[in-house]
């Protein structure tokens, strides 16, 4: 069982007078920073001038300088860029001004892990990923919950990387909810895995698939669209408050035996051998090349395959059904 910290395991302290930069102020820079900011910590955000995050931090009462400027004198530097872009910031402006001893810190390992980003040795690298995103981060914070979050450790120069980066994990409000011990390998390929085999990935072609199967039967697209896409939201509450147990609770005898019978017939072992045959792209780096290579070609199949997505009949039919629930819109 790996080591899960909470509140009586850290030592704030660890960052006291800790200058914090913060790089970047999209999904999790923004929620990131204005918690440690509400934490009592010394943040500084390293923007790109010109970005249009910089105004908004602005407006959220930063005054945000270049990434070059925030590193410098900082003793944690967090690159909350997207990844794409990580490498190329760490090696221009980062790495040349990085001073020893310093916390580098990710949210995620994918650059460290597959060896697109090598920090110096003279550097505690570590990550703390929250396992949410960045709406939640802070939404949880405010309140006075957190959200878990995984933490690792990748190099240790100063003896001090696991305390730092915990309390680091406090600062956002992990502790409160959690924070699980792990390394970068097992973050990086178990996140990837989530996210395209279940979590965005497999959901999504589940339940658009299951949206064409009664429209092509014949049945109402709006019918189709509450039962394959919006009630998904009812029973992932469900699971997500109680596991398996809470969900065999709330609904249906029917549904129960629906879904003890049929749910092993879809996901059969056609299914599970595909998501090993995903699981082994993840590992042999396989996945990690394909998505460098597109991206430095432009992304061009990546952005027609996601406008493919948002063309389908099931995102039309929800923007109509979806105008008549407005509190929809209020809780993002
Ligand atoms: P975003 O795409 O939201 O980051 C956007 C920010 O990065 C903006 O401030 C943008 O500035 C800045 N930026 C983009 N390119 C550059 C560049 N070349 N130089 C300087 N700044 C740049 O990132 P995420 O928050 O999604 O991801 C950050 C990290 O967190 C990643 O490692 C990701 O894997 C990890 N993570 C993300 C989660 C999420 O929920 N999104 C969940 C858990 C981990 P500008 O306005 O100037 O363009
Ligand atoms: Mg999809």
Known sequence: MSTL????????????????AVLGYGSQGRAQALNLRDSGLDVHLGLRPGGSSWKE????NWAPVSVETAVVDADVVVVLVPDMAQPSVFESVVAPNLKAG??????????VHYG??????????ALVAPKAP?????????YGRGVPALLAVHQDATGRAQERALAYAHGIGSTRAGVLETSFSEETETDLFGEQAVLCGGVT??????FETLVDAGYNPEVAYFECLHELKLIVDLLHEGGLARMHRFVSDTASFGDV???PQIVDSHVR???KDVLTEIQSGAFAREWCGEHSDGAHQFKDLVKADLAHPIETVGQRLRERMPWLKEAS
């Open 5 to 20: 910290f909470g509140l009586n395991d850290v030592r704030p302290e660890a960052l006291e007078s800790a200058r914090i």
């Open 57 to 60: 931090a602005e407006t959220d």
């Open 102 to 111: 310093a916390l580098l810190l990710f949210a995620h390992g994918f650059n």
């Open 116 to 125: 697109l980003l090598t920090p110096g040795t003279e550097v505690d690298v």
């Open 134 to 142: 960045g709406q939640r981060v802070r939404h949880e914070y405010l």
């Open 205 to 210: 072609e589940l339940v658009v698939a299951g």
């Open 261 to 263: 019978t049929r749910g």
């Open 273 to 275: 051998s595909r998501l």
